[in-house]
């Protein structure tokens, strides 16, 4: 961001695309106001990942229809990303290559699970791949970017936040939320400062 450092991607870094389903999009169960308009610049960091043979991972919320975080079961939450529903699909105009590694989360209907590593295999197909850096983008800054750039820091990754590919839900939060991963180690990253 200072311009002070260009990242190099290389094989053993990891892309983490948080989130990007149809239902945290404007018109969605659950919009993200103008979570759309990362779309671009995420496709910009997968062409960057993918020229560099690095891991693109998209993780997804997968919640069976009756998901505890789901106003009818007391949550906080609308009914979204309900499994096999056009909702839970990702935006069909994100350019995820073929071979983009999909985590499925909080799939167990009485436990949330915000961050991508949380009951997933994430943690172990990173480490088998040699993985020492990720970077992460996607949806909501405040939730579930938040908690996976946690679980990222605790796991000892050295975990990027790219921070023009992110869109929380509220924006104090969101904010609070960058300051916050900041504290925790976390480095802030854009487009410009990475190197194919
Ligand atoms: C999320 C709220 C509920 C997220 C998931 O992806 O940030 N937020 N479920
Ligand atoms: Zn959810």
Not at 5 to 14: E, G, L, S, T
Not at 66 to 89: D, L, M, V, Y
Request: proline fraction near 6%; charged fraction near 20%; charge should be negative.
């Amino acid at each position: 961001m200072n311009h002070l450092a260009i990242v190099k991607i290389r094989p053993i870094d990891a892309l983490i695309i948080v989130d990007m389903q149809n239902d945290f999009m404007p018109g969605g169960a659950l919009p993200v106001e103008n979570a759309t308009t990362i779309i671009p610049t995420i496709n910009r960091y997968i062409k960057v990942f993918e020229d560099s043979n690095a891991v693109i991972v998209a993780t997804r919320d997968w919640h069976p229809p009756n998901h505890i975080s789901f106003n009818i079961r007391g949550g906080p939450w609308p009914p979204h990303c309900i499994q096999n529903t056009k909702g839970a699909e990702f935006h069909p105009l994100l350019q995820l290559p073929s071979n983009t590694v999909v985590v499925s989360k909080a799939v167990d209907e009485d436990k949330e699970a915000y961050s991508g590593f949380d009951s997933t295999e994430l943690a172990s197909i990173l480490s088998d791949r040699g993985v020492k850096r990720v970077f992460i983008c996607g949806v909501a800054t405040e939730y579930c970017v938040r908690a996976t750039a946690i679980d990222a820091i605790r796991l000892g990754f050295q975990t990027y936040i790219l921070i023009d590919a992110i869109k929380g839900i509220n924006r104090m939060k969101s904010e609070k939320t960058i300051n916050e991963l900041l504290d925790y180690g976390a480095i802030m990253l854009e487009v410009g400062d990475l190197k194919g």
